[in-house]
């Protein structure tokens, strides 16, 4: 029954929150993107409870994926302003916090559920993906944390500092009546979205039926014979021709698409993944961000894709190319950061966001010969395995000769 599901789900969330705050608040040293990240974890929770076994073991398995990059918030609508008089205030944060923000994530996630969430080393790996039984993360990250504090050494005393450390404010669970709402609202949300697709895809059903099936056969009428064309049309480039085939045509756009796609991924995974130990798909979707109708009848447009880890990646990068500024995308309109001009010595200049992939993602946008916009776009989803890449990397990408819209 809804009642008793409730009850027993805010009594998971009552016994485990103050846990998942404390862990959040070590791997992200703000309280308030702590707490964010506590409220995403428990109403997802909620969809799956009661059939996780483990409710505390993967609780702290999502606040450490979703801890990795701030949150939106699905029941967020608008864009959070902080009205905030005079200048911004400084988080007072205890000495441990600050040093923590010193290791890479990884290092800050292993040292934090070793010695204050109190995880095997089996479960550690897990979470992690790391090699059963190795924690040789966890103790250098100790051991980078204890240079100049020799008393870290000791496991006791690090674990007291963890401890020590979490602010009074998230030790303890404050109510979960709005966790229990958030967390209607995205069952809500995913099952009408399951909803729509199944009714898209009986209205595709009924399309094709009555495409392939009319109703009335259609009244045959004389035609006078028509020479059979032996011209053939240039599609894609010159080694790719379908006789008879006008670019523009669903054929012969597909197969343009997939070859150029293909390729222009190849440049992208060469410049990003040399080793190709990370990428390992690309796709795209149907709209004028990836694909402008105009572009295929002369008129101009952009081409774009993206390339992803399939096995739980969390890096993406979208690359697109467009025949002038008007075709392509705005800068920083996907990452909302602000973008600045920067032309360097050799005489380039480039539209790039001062962010990291981690802080919303990066965007570069370069104008190399002024017939064609290259944009490329890197950022991190919630979970999964991240690619360590900077603005350096993707200037590099967009200078490659290589990305080229494909000739018509």
């Given amino acids: ?57 993967e609780a702290i398995r999502a606040v450490v994926r979703t801890a990795r990059v701030p949150v939106n918030l699905p029941w967020e609508y608008r864009e959070r302003v902080e009205l905030i008089d005079g200048p911004p205030p400084v988080a007072a944060a205890e000495p ?30 897990d979470i992690l993906e790391l090699p059963v039984g190795d924690l040789s993360l966890a103790q250098r990250a100790q051991a980078m944390l204890a240079a100049g504090h020799p008393e870290r050494t000791s496991d006791e005393t690090l674990t007291e500092e963890l401890k020590d450390a979490i602010p009074y404010e998230l030790r303890e669970s404050l109510g979960s009546a ?3 709402v958030h967390g209607r609202q995205l069952s809500r949300r995913r099952w009408l979205q399951r909803g729509s697709a199944a009714l898209v895809a009986a209205a595709l059903v009924v399309v094709a039926a009555v495409l ?36 523009s045509s669903a054929i012969c756009r597909a ?3 997939l070859k150029w796609r293909s390729e222009m991924a190849e440049v992208a995974t060469s410049q990003l993944d040399p080793q190709g130990k990370y990428f390992s798909g690309f ?49 920083g309109a996907t990452t909302h950061q602000r973008c600045m001009a ?52 993707l200037i590099k990408l967009v200078q490659d000769d290589r990305l080229h819209l494909p000739k018509r």
């Fill in 1 to 57: 029954m809804p009642t008793i599901h409730d009850e027993e789900y805010a009594a998971v969330v009552e016994r485990e929150r103050p846990l998942m705050q404390a862990t959040a608040y070590l791997l992200t040293g703000d309280p308030v993107q702590a707490a964010r990240v506590v409220q995403l974890v428990v109403a997802q929770l909620y969809r799956r409870w009661p059939r996780e076994p483990h409710p505390q073991l």
């Fill in 96 to 125: 441990i916090v600050a040093d923590l923000r010193t290791l890479s994530y990884d290092q800050r996630a292993a040292v934090v559920l070793n010695r204050y969430t109190g995880l095997s080393s089996a479960q550690i790996a």
């Fill in 178 to 180: 709005a966790d229990v």
């Fill in 212 to 247: 392939v099936n009319p109703t009335r056969p259609p009244v045959p009428q004389a035609a006078p014979s028509q020479p059979i064309s032996t011209t053939t049309t240039v599609c894609g480039r010159g080694h790719d021709r379908l006789d008879g085939r006008d670019p």
């Fill in 255 to 257: 197969k343009i698409l």
């Fill in 283 to 331: 796709g795209y979707g149907y709209t004028a961000r990836y694909d402008t109708p105009s572009f295929w009848s002369g008129q101009g447009g952009a081409l774009a894709f993206e390339m992803f880890r399939l096995n739980k990646g969390a890096t993406e990068v979208y690359v697109q190319i467009a025949t002038g500024r008007k075709f392509a995308v705005p800068c």
């Fill in 342 to 393: 920067l032309r360097f010595m050799d005489g380039n200049r480039y539209l790039l966001t001062d962010s990291t992939v981690a802080n919303r993602g990066i965007e570069v946008q370069y104008c190399p010969r002024g017939d064609e916009v290259i944009t490329v776009i890197a950022r991190n989803t919630q979970r999964g395995k991240t690619l360590d890449i900077g603005s350096g990397d």
